[in-house]
C-alpha cells in the first residue's frame, strides 16, 4: 500500500476537518439564538477533534506531533479544500456550507469504515457516529429555512448557488486515485461525489431549493495541491496565535 | 463599537449601547421541558428546557445542550404545556405524609431473606 498516497489522503481528510472546525468556531458567542450557538460550537469541538484523530494516524506513520502539525504549518502547506477556509458570512452561507460538506464527510467516513487500512477504518467507524448528529442538524435546518419565509427561502437558494462549485471542489482528484482504489483503502473521490450528489438532491428537493444546473458547473480546484484564498492565511495564523507563543508549553 | 480582546468580536463591528427592544409574543420559541436517560432501561432525569419549533428541533438542540457530556442512552423532549403540576398552595395536602412510617418499605426484609437461603443453600 502506497503510504503517500495514504498520507495524502489523510491530510486533506485532517486540514478539512481543522479549517471548518475552526471557521465554525468563529460563530461562537454569535449565534442566532442560545441552543442554536451551543449546537454549532458543539460541532465545531467535535470537528477538531476529528481533525486531531487523523492527525494522530499521521503521526503514527512517521508525521510531526499533531499539535506541531495542526499550529505550525503555513496556509501554502494546507491540504484542505478552498470551500473551507471561505468566510462564514451570514448564517445562511454557513448552514448551507454545514450542509454540504458533512453529508459528503459522513459518506466519505461510511466508504472508510471498511478501508483496508484498519487504523483509519477504526477511527473513521467511531468518527461517523458523531457525524449521524451532525448531518442531522444540517438537514433539518436547510429544509426548515428553505420552506419558511419568501427571506429564508431566497437566502438559502443565494447560499446554495455561491456555495455550488466550491463544493463540487472538495472532490478534486489525486494522483493517486486508483493506488487508493485498487489497495482497498478508499473508494476514491468520483465515487464519493456520485455518492453526495444523490444523497443532497433528495433533501435539496425537500427544502424546495434547486442545486444549479449541471451546465454551469465549475468546480474550484486547487485546495488539495496547497493554493488557496486569500482568506486562509488569516485564518491560519489565527488559529495558530496561541500555540505559537510557546510551542513547548504544557496544555 | 464594542472593541474586545476576542477579535472575532470587535471584527463584527456591533454598536454599543444597543436599543433593547420589548419582546412581543412568540418572539421567542416555546419551551420544552428535557429528560435525560443515562443508560437504557435508567430512568429519565429532567435537566432542564429548550426553546424549539417542534418536537424534532427540540431533540436536535436537546441532545446538544443536555447530551454532550458524559453518558448518555436517550433524551426525551416534552413541551412545557403538556406538563401539568399541583399548585404550592395545595402543599398542605403532603403535610402528614412523612409521619405515616408504616406506609414505609424499609421494613421489608427481603435482602436478608435471600442472604439467609443463599448461606442455606451452601452448607448443603
Given at each position: 500500500m502506497n503510504s503517500i498516497a495514504l498520507k495524502e489522503l489523510l491530510y486533506k481528510m485532517a486540514d478539512d476537518l481543522l479549517i471548518i472546525g475552526h471557521r465554525n468556531s468563529e460563530w461562537t458567542g454569535l449565534g442566532p439564538i442560545l441552543e442554536e450557538d451551543i449546537a454549532f460550537s458543539s460541532m465545531a469541538q467535535d470537528k477538531i477533534g476529528q481533525s486531531q484523530a487523523l492527525f494522530q494516524l499521521l503521526h503514527e506513520l512517521g508525521e510531526q506531533e499533531p499539535d506541531t502539525v495542526a499550529f505550525?504549518?503555513?496556509?501554502?502547506q494546507f491540504h484542505n479544500a478552498q470551500f473551507l477556509e471561505?468566510?462564514?458570512?451570514?448564517y445562511d452561507f454557513s448552514l448551507m456550507r454545514h450542509f454540504l460538506y458533512d453529508v459528503a464527510d459522513q459518506l466519505r467516513f461510511e466508504f472508510l469504515?471498511?478501508?483496508?487500512y484498519e487504523p483509519l477504518a477504526k477511527v473513521a467507524r467511531k468518527i461517523k457516529g458523531e457525524l449521524k448528529y451532525h448531518v442531522f442538524h444540517a438537514n433539518t435546518w436547510v429544509v426548515k429555512l428553505g420552506n419558511g419565509t419568501e427571506e429564508s427561502k431566497a437566502r438559502m437558494q443565494t447560499a446554495l448557488n455561491e456555495a455550488w462549485n466550491y463544493a463540487l471542489?472538495?472532490?478534486?482528484?489525486?494522483?493517486f486515485e486508483n493506488d487508493l482504489i485498487a489497495s482497498g483503502v478508499f473508494v476514491g473521490e468520483e465515487a464519493l461525489k456520485k455518492q453526495w450528489l444523490d444523497t443532497i438532491a433528495p433533501i435539496i428537493e425537500k427544502a424546495s431549493l434547486q442545486i444549479p444546473s449541471s451546465n454551469t458547473w465549475a468546480p474550484v480546484f486547487g485546495g488539495r495541491k496547497c493554493k488557496h484564498t486569500e482568506h486562509l492565511a488569516p485564518l491560519v495564523d489565527e488559529m495558530s496565535e496561541v500555540f505559537r507563543v510557546d510551542p513547548s508549553a504544557e496544555w | 463599537m464594542i472593541k474586545s480582546l476576542d477579535p472575532r468580536i470587535t471584527r463584527e463591528q456591533i454598536e454599543e449601547n444597543n436599543s433593547i427592544e420589548p419582546l412581543t409574543p412568540m418572539d421567542n420559541w416555546e419551551t420544552y421541558e428535557v429528560f435525560h436517560q443515562k443508560k437504557r432501561g435508567d430512568q429519565h432525569m429532567h435537566v432542564g428546557i429548550v426553546h424549539a419549533p417542534n418536537p424534532e428541533m427540540a431533540l436536535l438542540f436537546g441532545k446538544e445542550q443536555y447530551?454532550?457530556?458524559?453518558?448518555?442512552a436517550n433524551i426525551w423532549v416534552v413541551k412545557t404545556a403538556n406538563v401539568f403540576a399541583c399548585e404550592y398552595d395545595d402543599a398542605d395536602m403532603f403535610?402528614?405524609?412523612?409521619?405515616?412510617?408504616?406506609?414505609?418499605?424499609?421494613?421489608?426484609k427481603v435482602m436478608e431473606k435471600i442472604n439467609k437461603y443463599k448461606k442455606a443453600q451452601k452448607t448443603v
Open positions: 505550525t504549518r503555513n496556509a501554502n471561505l468566510p462564514n458570512g451570514d469504515a471498511n478501508s483496508s471542489g472538495m472532490f478534486e482528484t489525486s494522483e | 447530551g454532550r457530556r458524559n453518558i448518555t403535610e402528614t405524609t412523612p409521619e405515616k412510617q408504616y406506609r414505609e418499605a424499609g421494613g421489608y
